[in-house]
């Protein structure tokens, strides 16, 4: 017999997010924006999938403010590079080296550059199913009732590229 309960959790952490086809971004990591709502310039150091749309990481000289696409507007000019290009990429699967005892393979939901290293967003938390079995509680779910994050910010030390 098939154990159901490791079936679904393998098949939830390498479904998209976001459906079957990775939306674009709006912005290119590094690239110099101007952010509306505060009315300054910034880059983009950061992107992560959330609710149904990309939220994007600004570091605007003072501080980071995370916004979504819509508060952005493109200026096509990036940073210079003068670190390592990121080692994923969106939407990448990738085997997560700390999993527990769950499924390894994730997918990376969201990049980062935090200190001038590249971090990537994973979900290491499977969902949870209430006591009656009739219920479904997802990582957004987890969240707006006060729980922990069910999404980790990692390096590319804890993951390893899927051979396929």
């Not at 749309?53 to 600004?58: P, V």
Request: with cysteine.
């Amino acid at each position: 017999m098939t154990n159901l309960v490791h079936d679904l959790e393998q098949c939830w952490y390498i479904s998209p997010p976001w459906g079957q086809r990775i939306p674009p971004l709006l912005i290119s990591l590094l690239e110099r924006v101007y952010v509306k709502r505060v009315k300054a310039f910034g880059y983009c150091c950061g992107v992560e999938w959330s609710q149904h749309a990309w939220k994007y990481e600004i570091f605007t000289g003072n501080d980071n403010i995370t916004v979504w696409g819509s508060e952005l507007i493109g200026t096509g000019n990036l940073q210079p590079i003068t670190r390592e290009k990121p080692v994923f990429r969106l939407g990448e699967l990738v085997e997560f080296r700390f999993h527990g005892d769950g499924p390894t393979i994730r997918i990376v939901q969201g990049i980062h550059l935090i200190n001038d290293s590249w971090f990537y967003t994973i979900e290491w938390m499977s969902p949870g199913i209430s006591e009656k079995g009739d219920e479904v509680f997802t990582s957004a779910d987890a969240i707006a009732l006060g729980g922990a994050s069910p999404i980790a910010r990692v390096s590319d030390y804890d993951l390893e590229r899927v051979r396929l």
